[in-house]
């Protein structure tokens, strides 16, 4: 499985579900955190040292998956059961505050577990990472697309602060294209495990593992040439997480106002949840899958049989129709996020 996360959307199913291989959601508002249920994973033959590590990979990446499906399923729970307080609460002319607020802060709970529950499989956005690397995104003032690649020429000198990384010069302005400029950051900033990349509307920001992210944001700073940053002393970056799915702390029940603008943002991320369980489902799907072929097949025998499928498929007369089987996946990748992953070092 050459895909580090996944979110894919899907026609809305029921989320709170239990059945075999679906852990057991939260029933209600009241409910402790959900523990992820440990559905045993199917046990692979040892035949040699390459097909044994990458069974076991395939048992890590479908261990995270479940832990994942756990945790959505547990805090879909709450959700839905906080929801029903909040739709209650507005059908009467009094809205009892400190009820609802203790439904809020079992939701809050619940989210602030999300990194230990996932595994790391769950980022803050509620994207699946199959490989249960979950990355805290960020932008940084001052560091914009057209900032850095116009206007005079000026070298940058960034520290990170990061154990075992030293400062990491990077020389910006005209004549600098954009994928040449992600090249350059993506190499300076590799050691410290920061990485640029380019959102869906083609701005500049960053990624860190989410166990680094405090770290790097009290340390991470930058020397200038005096253009855009001044000389002398590092500069210590202002740092602005990307927001996050949920945001409970910031919900309110005081009235009827602040209580109706709540179950929006609850409908919201019931939604957000679906499309996170729909990712889930179909990367569990297909880990089972290449599980399955693993245990009936060495690990060179399916390679070969995966290059020899693909190629006949798009080396015969008829290939247009395996080309419209691949053109909708690719419908939604826009040329920014093809650039951040050209530019990975």
Known sequence: MSRSSLHLDSPRQPLARTGAGSPAPASNAGAAPATPARTPSPSLPRSGGDHWRYSSQL?????????ALGFVDGLAGQLEALKGELSGQL??????????????????????????????????????????????????????IANLTQGAPETLVFFSGEPGSGPAAVKVGEPLSESALLAALGRALAPSGIQPQLDEQGQLQFSVAETAWQGVRE???????????????????????????????????????????????????????????????????????????????????????????????????????????????????????????????
Not at 59 to 67: G, K, M, S, W
Not at 246 to 268: C, E, F, I, M, N
Request: charged share 20%; proline share 4%.
């Open 59 to 67: 048992n890590q990446q479908l261990t995270a998956a479940q832990r």
């Open 91 to 144: 059908t009467q002319r009094r809205v009892d505050s400190a009820r609802l607020a203790r439904g809020i802060e079992q939701v809050a709970q619940q989210w602030s577990q999300r990194g230990a529950a996932s595994g790391g499989s769950l980022d803050s956005r509620l994207q699946f990472r199959l490989a249960a690397d979950a990355r805290q995104t960020f932008t940084v003032r001052g560091l914009e």
């Open 219 to 345: 340390r991470f700073s930058l020397r200038g040439g005096g253009i855009r940053f001044p000389a002398g002393q590092p500069q210590h970056l202002k740092l602005q997480p990307t927001e996050q799915a949920l945001q409970p702390q910031q919900w309110q029940s005081a009235d009827h106002a602040g209580t109706r603008q709540t179950l929006q943002k609850v409908l919201r991320a019931l939604d957000q949840l679906q499309l996170s369980r729909a990712a889930i489902s179909r990367a569990m799907a297909e880990v089972r899958h290449a599980i399955a072929q693993l245990s009936q097949m060495s690990e060179q025998l399916w390679a070969d049989g995966f290059v020899n499928d693909f190629n006949a498929r798009f080396n015969t007369p008829d290939s247009e129709s395996g080309l419209y089987e691949v053109v909708p996946a690719l419908l939604g990748v826009s040329r920014y996020r093809v650039l951040s992953l050209l530019a990975l070092p």
